[in-house]
């Protein structure tokens, strides 16, 4: 092989390399312009997952329906996600089938439809992706909304168990916490709630009555792991972000903030565009902070009550 073979073969490979990680990353992400261009296939399911109200009702990507988290996606009466059976009539009332696939956006950079991303993984639901931007994005590109509600054919999914590998519970994050079980836990909460200065976001109501974090975990907010315009970063700025505090996918890694959902944001970044061994913690700070004799560290020494 002369030089100019060899260059060019050199190109071809890096091409490859290239294309291989496009398609990686189509594996889990579409852009805006790919689903303007795809709104029409046949197939395509789109769901909307905000968490502020009315959004969806003023204005919506054509074609998607809506999934209220605090009421479809959640057990009615206790905290848990919502059952095989209810998700199951939910996902087929949207009309998805075993064959569709299935796009997820929503407001705040995708928190509520990543965590709903989630549940589809939990309970084993292939071909579903996350509208990379999220609503943010594909407002501000003046890209179509309608108020116009969209009905499917009821669609034919069935879904499998839970698979419990990717949900971690209260007595896995104690075991970490006390140094029984191995696990790199990341708060992805902000610095002020990791340090114990502010017990939640101002404005929220689901609060816990102490304030810090669970002993050995490292904070990365999930702002972190997106860019300017609400995408996430190329996987290799991901990897450097998370190497930053250690964490590099050579040992399991739980995720938590303050109920599950910015969490659940950067779950898909590590686990679907990283490809790391990562279980999200659901019950998160409010579970962990109001239980009773756990360890904790808080920074800035703040009591429930205090002034």
Not at 17 to 23: F, L, N, P, S, T
Not at 63 to 88: C, E, K, M, Y
Not at 134 to 151: D, F, H, I, M, Y
């Amino acid at each position: 092989m002369n030089i100019k073979q060899w260059l060019g073969a050199g190109v071809l490979a890096a091409a490859a390399v290239v294309q291989g990680a496009q398609a990686a990353a189509s594996d889990v992400l579409v852009s805006t312009d790919w689903l303007e261009k795809n709104l029409d296939q046949a197939d395509l399911r789109i769901i909307e997952v905000s968490v502020n109200p009315g959004q969806y009702e003023r204005g919506h990507v054509p074609g998607a329906v809506n999934f209220n988290w605090h009421t479809d996606l959640v057990d009615p009466v206790r905290r848990d996600i919502a059952s095989q059976d209810s998700f199951q009539k939910l996902l087929r009332e949207a009309g998805i089938s075993q064959d569709s696939t299935v796009i997820l956006y929503g407001d705040s950079n995708n928190w509520f439809a990543a965590w709903g991303a989630w549940i589809f993984d939990v309970y084993g639901v292939d071909n579903v992706k996350l509208l990379d931007g999220g609503r943010a994005k594909w407002e501000s590109e003046g890209r179509p909304l309608t108020t116009r509600q969209v009905a499917h054919a009821a669609g034919d999914i069935t879904l499998g168990e839970r698979n419990e590998a990717l949900r971690a519970r209260f007595v896995d994050v104690v075991a970490v916490a006390e140094g029984k079980d191995q696990a790199r836990l990341i708060d992805i909460r902000s610095p002020d709630e990791f340090n114990g200065r502010i017990f939640a976001p101002d404005g929220v109501q689901e609060l816990a009555v102490r304030a810090g974090h669970i002993p050995g975990a490292v904070n990365v907010p999930w702002g972190s792991a997106v860019a300017a315009d609400g995408t996430f970063k190329s996987a290799d700025e991901l990897r450097k972000v998370y190497a930053a505090v250690g964490v590099d996918g050579s040992e399991p890694i739980i995720t938590y903030c303050r109920i599950g959902e910015r969490s659940s944001h950067t779950w898909f970044a590590l686990s679907k565009i990283l490809g790391y061994e990562v279980r999200n913690y659901d019950g998160s700070w409010t579970e962990y902070g109001n239980a009773v004799g756990v360890p904790v560290v808080n920074v800035a020494g703040t009591v429930w009550g205090g002034k």
